[in-house]
């Protein structure tokens, strides 16, 4: 868990890493906190299997959460969400890294 400043807001992002089989494309499910004041829940960092994962070298993107087919949260700026997906994705591929002490 990290806390980021992304356009003058303080952003908290908490991974949870998923590894089930039965959606083997979700590889964490993600809850962000902007400005201590708004959480949101159910973020998930995907496996892309085309080639519209243009975020990171592993083919990761983020999926926003979703309630049947419908979103449940839109990011109206699209440069915000733009430095969020990357900070989620670098959250992530963080927790990859072994800590050697």
């Known amino acids: ?7 003058g807001k303080k952003i908290v992002i908490k991974v949870k890493r998923y ?6 494309n979700i590889k964490a499910y993600v809850t962000i906190i902007i400005d201590d004041w ?25 999926g926003k959460p ?10 109206v700026d699209a440069s915000f969400w733009t430095e969020l ?3 989620i994705i670098d959250e992530f ?3 990859d890294i072994p800590i050697i002490n």
């Open 66 to 75: 979703m309630c049947k087919n419908f979103h449940t949260v839109e990011v």
């Open 38 to 62: 708004l959480k949101i829940n159910g973020f998930t960092v995907r496996v892309s299997d085309t080639d519209r994962a243009t975020m990171s070298v592993k083919g990761l993107w983020v």
């Open 85 to 87: 997906e990357k900070a």
């Open 1 to 7: 868990m990290e806390t980021r400043e992304i356009q």
């Open 93 to 95: 591929i963080d927790g």
């Open 19 to 24: 590894d089930k089989n039965e959606k083997p």
